[in-house]
């Protein structure tokens, strides 16, 4: 499969712990974005890379959430001391720009479900 | 918040045309529409975008109209796995790299 892949799948986990997701997108994929999404809405962004840097952050993304592109392949999210709040389905995406843009495809994978007890 | 406004439901039998209209009153020159789609319990899944013109793929066409103040997806031909929802999204040019903003987007329920 050469698709965006996310782990775990599914996470449960206490209030207060910290939990980390994985990513790894499409190869040669220079663009790696993080939504959340929770029950009944649309995807919300949280965050983007293009290769390893940052290059913007949501509002939504607290001070508590972390994540990292370290060799501009995989990615991850970190949540520190979670709340309940958090639960929520955890996106990535990636997509490849070129030099001259004509539209953008964002490639999602199935998500890492995280559910804060 | 979303620059798109969407039906939040609609229902088609399968096997004939679904056609899922969107407002984008406010789109500007060198702002692209974008089809995203999500089945449940999958990541949305990328079917068409278009900035003037109408584009076909293997998936759907999609009509822009000349004021580019609405659009259209067309499903030719619904089955019940296309039963997701279908989320309308501008996004521009100078916006690359930047968040895609989802809104609610359409609920479509094919049945047979």
């Known amino acids: 499969d050469t698709g965006v892949s996310q782990d775990p799948r599914h996470k449960i986990t206490k209030r207060g712990q910290n939990v980390t997701f994985r990513c790894d997108p499409i190869?040669?994929?220079?663009?790696l974005y993080w939504y959340r999404q929770t029950l009944g809405q649309g995807p919300e962004f949280l965050t983007y890379?293009?290769?390893?840097?940052?290059?913007?952050k949501s509002r939504l993304l607290s001070d508590r959430f972390s994540a990292e592109r370290p060799k501009g392949s995989f990615s991850t999210l970190e949540i520190q001391r979670t709340e309940q709040g958090d639960s929520a389905m955890y996106l990535c995406?990636?997509?490849?720009?070129?030099?001259?843009?004509?539209?953008?495809?964002?490639?999602f994978g199935s998500g890492t479900q995280l559910s804060v007890l | 918040d979303a620059k798109t406004t969407q039906p939040p439901s609609m229902d088609c039998a399968e096997g004939r045309a679904a056609n899922l209209p969107c407002n984008h009153s406010?789109?500007?020159?060198?702002?692209?529409v974008y089809w995203y789609r999500q089945i449940h319990s999958q990541g949305p899944q990328y079917i068409i975008h278009?900035?003037?013109n109408n584009e076909t793929n293997e998936m759907a066409s999609l009509i822009i109209t000349e004021d580019r103040k609405s659009s259209t997806l067309i499903l030719p031909h619904a089955t019940l796995r296309d039963t997701a929802v279908y989320y309308c999204?501008?996004?521009?040019?100078?916006?690359?790299?930047?968040?895609?903003?989802f809104g609610k987007g359409t609920t479509l329920s094919v049945s047979s």
């Open positions: 995406a990636s997509s490849l720009a070129g030099s001259q843009f004509r539209g953008e495809k964002l490639f």
């Open positions: 890379f293009q290769n390893e840097a940052q290059l913007e």
């Open positions: 190869s040669e994929h220079n663009r």
């Open positions: 278009g900035l003037k």
């Open positions: 406010t789109i500007s020159g060198n702002e692209y």
């Open positions: 999204i501008v996004r521009g040019a100078n916006q690359a790299g930047t968040a895609l903003i």
